[in-house]
T-cell receptor, first 115, second 114 residues
Framework: DTGVSQDPRHKITKRGQNVTFRCDPI?????LYWYRQTLGQGPEFLTY????????KSRLLSDRFSAERPKGSFSTLEIQRTEQGDSAMYLC?????????????FGPGTRLTVL | RKEVEQDPGPFNVPEGATVAFNCTYS??????FFWYRQDCRKEPKLLMS???SGNEDGRFTAQLNRASQYISLLIRDSKLSDSATYLC???????????????FGIGTKLQVIP
């Protein structure tokens, strides 16, 4: 499967614990995005990488959240001291810089439940 | 005012019906527009880009009205398999670095009934 993959697909954790999610983009894609989606809402932008550089972060991304893309390939999103409000689907997407109509391809998401 | 607004629905339509969704955006500098489809508990997938002159892909027609800042999606001859949430997506190029701010609407839920 050459699409975007995410791991784990589901994560249940207790409040206060740290969690880390991984995203593997489509191999030749240099742009990588993280989104959060809650029930009944559209995806909300969290952060964006071009190669290994994190070029944009949403104000939604509190200091408990950190994302990395150390070698410009896979990316990790860590949430420290999780709160119940962090429960959501975390989606990763990748795209290839190729004009303004470049499509974002989404991974299947990681569903986080904070108890 | 939200950057991208959609009626969340649900739109319940019989098979074979024609249904139209609208989406309005607030930023006149927005440059690219898309419709994504999202099935229940699945990831969004691109349905179609929206071009200034309007474009058609089979039973689906997308149109853009820059003056009024809205885009539309028309689905003809609805199929049961069209049941999904349709997300309006607006992109705006930020600065010279190539970063595109992507904003999703809340999505419009369509249920096609036999």
């Amino acid at each position: 499967d050459t699409g975007v993959s995410q791991d784990p697909r589901h994560k249940i954790t207790k409040r206060g614990q740290n969690v880390t999610f991984r995203c593997d983009p489509i191999s030749e894609h240099n742009r990588l995005y993280w989104y959060r989606q809650t029930l009944g809402q559209g995806p909300e932008f969290l952060t964006y990488f071009q190669n290994e550089a994190q070029l944009e972060k949403s104000r939604l991304l509190s200091d408990r959240f950190s994302a990395e893309r150390p070698k410009g390939s896979f990316s990790t999103l860590e949430i420290q001291r999780t709160e119940q409000g962090d429960s959501a689907m975390y989606l990763c997407a990748s795209s290839l810089r190729q004009g303004h109509l470049n499509e974002q391809f989404f991974g299947p998401g990681t569903r986080l439940t904070v108890l | 005012r939200k950057e991208v607004e959609q009626d969340p629905g649900p739109f319940n339509v019989p098979e074979g019906a024609t249904v139209a969704f609208n989406c309005t955006y607030s930023n006149s500098a927005s440059q690219s527009f898309f419709w994504y489809r999202q099935d229940c508990r699945k990831e969004p997938k691109l349905l179609m880009s929206v071009y200034s002159s309007g474009n058609e892909d089979g039973r689906f027609t997308a149109q853009l009205n820059r003056a009024s800042q809205y885009i539309s999606l028309l689905i003809r001859d609805s199929k049961l398999s069209d049941s999904a949430t349709y997300l309006c997506v607006v992109r705006q190029l930020m600065g010279s670095g190539g970063y595109q701010k992507v904003t999703f609407g809340i999505g419009t839920k369509l249920q096609v009934i036999p």
